[in-house]
């Protein structure tokens, strides 16, 4: 079985997308515990300009199909 990260948005009309893709149950875990993957928990000045930018997001999980 293999996953797929995908980016979400707090604003309705902008439309989450996946941003990697075939990934393992361990690696999507991983990827989504990292603080740098939530506007709410980032601190890098990249992901606070995105945040600026985009407004609030995180990444999620899914299962692949």
């Given amino acids: 079985m293999s996953y797929n990260i995908v980016r979400c948005y707090t ?20 990827h989504c515990s990292d603080p740098e993957t939530s506007s709410s928990t980032c601190t890098s000045a990249a992901k606070l300009r995105y945040t600026k930018k985009v407004g609030k997001w995180f990444d999620a999980y899914e299962e692949a199909k």
């Fill in 11 to 30: 604003d309705s009309w902008r439309k989450s997308r996946v941003i990697e893709r075939g990934l393992t149950l361990e690696e999507v875990q991983e």
